[in-house]
Antibody, heavy 119, light 110 residues
């Protein structure tokens, strides 16, 4: 069974950093694209970024709102990947989800991890 | 301002058929697959439709998706009280090199 589980969220001060983790099970992480999507309280869904699979050389794309501040990395040996959040501001407060994506195929979402940026 | 445009709200009575629209452009819906999600309060989004009109196993056939040009629609027939939720459309956008979502439609079952 395909499963994704996020962790690492919490309370952080403006300007601070955080590392979110996404643990995958039921499939080989290196074979798939993984997206990060976030949702601010009471707001809609916002795509954050993508890491492609090994066949696509693990290339990444980021939303303009986080480019230069957020970075996605992977550790395929642990079947895990990470979202590094730097220079955080209050607008980054959100539930963060990792999702397994294949164009034209069903995607899979984790349950999310909550990031709160506040002084 | 979302790249994909959805009505902010929709409503219907039990048993009715409702449709939620999603309008995009040639760089997203026009050439990419559309996905639809249902989100109940306090829960992660649940996949309802992928590949424009495909239902994952376990999703009732009351839910159906369609696409025409740069627009897509989600139809829910035989409306039930448990369908009351937020619904989002999504597609990859070639120009933005990113995934784009609609702003969400809050469905109320009267």
């Amino acid at each position: 069974e395909v499963q994704l589980g996020e962790s690492g969220g919490g309370l952080v001060q403006p300007g601070g950093s955080l590392r979110l983790s996404c643990a995958a099970s039921g499939f080989t992480l290196s074979d798939y694209y993984i997206d990060w999507v976030r949702q601010a309280p009471g707001k809609g869904l916002e795509w954050v970024g993508r890491t492609r699979n090994k066949a696509k050389s693990y290339t990444t794309d980021y939303a303009a709102s986080v480019k230069g501040r957020f970075t996605i990395s992977r550790d395929d040996s642990k079947n895990s990947l990470y979202l590094h959040l730097n220079s955080l501001n209050t607008e980054d407060s959100a539930m963060y989800y990792c999702t397994r994506y294949t164009s034209g195929e069903p995607d899979y979402w984790g349950q999310g991890t909550l990031v709160t940026v506040s002084s | 301002q979302s790249v994909l445009t959805q009505p902010p709200s929709a409503s219907g009575t039990p048993g009715q058929r409702v449709t939620i629209s999603c309008s995009g452009s040639s760089s997203n819906i026009g050439k990419q697959y559309v996905y639809w999600y249902q989100q109940l309060p306090g829960t992660a989004p649940k996949l309802l439709i992928y590949g424009n009109d495909q239902r994952p196993s376990g999703v009732p056939d009351r839910f159906s998706g369609s696409k025409s040009g740069a627009s897509a629609s989600l139809a829910i027939s035989g409306l039930r009280s448990e369908d009351e939720a937020d619904y989002y459309c999504a597609a990859w956008d070639d120009s933005l090199s990113g995934r784009v979502f609609g702003g969400g439609t809050k469905l109320t079952v009267l």
